[in-house]
């Protein structure tokens, strides 16, 4: 089955992950447990929602301008685009972030997916929109992150996942993937083999 688009996730894909997500619960309110920070704040009423999100548009910001690409990235990008393979991000972020990201470390995509477009990860929404605008069938799509929203956003969409290493509980979900990856550089093997 050739692959004909890749969606990534932002942070610990793209980027090296920043984002303190237990400090950022504590700073909202939400228990230590709560599977998702967006859900929980959803929940919230309106004032109290709107602050929320001002205190994880705060932590996004810092993270965009604190950050830095994993090992790969930008050789892996090129590479996909010299194959006239598109590249799309598929984040739970602010697209203000996403745009700080980009701009700091001078990255191009075919298209971006952001919290503020629909229902967020791991509903399959973002994925299938990426297609859409590339015009490419869900099932020839690889979906590539760290975490086990972008896995079941994939599967929820009908594409290929793949897991990155790097999320502290990556083994708690790897039998979600379809392919398991340790580094970018990876991936372009995947990509030719099921070509």
């Known amino acids: ?3 004909y688009a890749v969606v990534f996730d932002m942070d610990g894909t793209i980027t090296e992950p920043l984002l303190d997500f237990a400090q950022i619960r504590k700073e909202i309110g ?3 447990d709560c599977p998702s920070i967006l859900d929980g704040i959803e929940e919230m009423d309106l004032h109290s929602r709107q602050w ?4 994880l548009c705060r932590h996004e910001d810092q993270a965009a301008k604190n950050s830095t690409l994993r090992d790969g ?4 990008l090129a590479e996909l685009r010299r194959r006239k393979i598109p590249a799309g991000i598929l984040t739970r972020n602010s697209r203000q972030s996403v745009r700080r990201v980009l701009e700091k470390h001078r990255l191009t995509f075919d298209g971006i997916i952001t919290r503020e477009d629909g229902p967020a990860k791991p509903d399959g929404f973002g994925v299938l929109a990426l297609c859409r605008q590339f015009g490419v069938a869900a099932r020839n799509t690889l979906v590539v992150g760290d975490y086990l929203h972008d896995l079941l956003a994939a599967r929820n969409a ?3 996942p793949v897991l990155l290493s790097g999320h502290p509980r ?3 979900f790897a039998d979600q993937a379809d392919f398991y990856i340790r580094h970018l550089d990876e991936l372009l093997p995947i990509i030719d083999n099921l070509s």
Do not use: V
């Not at 929320?52 to 205190?55: F, H, K, T, V």
């Not at 990235?73 to 892996?76: D, H, I, R, S």
């Open 30 to 32: 939400l228990s230590p």
């Open 52 to 55: 929320a999100m001002e205190i």
């Open 170 to 172: 990556a083994q708690e």
């Open 73 to 76: 990235a930008t050789a892996l």
């Open 1 to 3: 089955m050739p692959i």
């Open 158 to 160: 009908g594409s290929i």
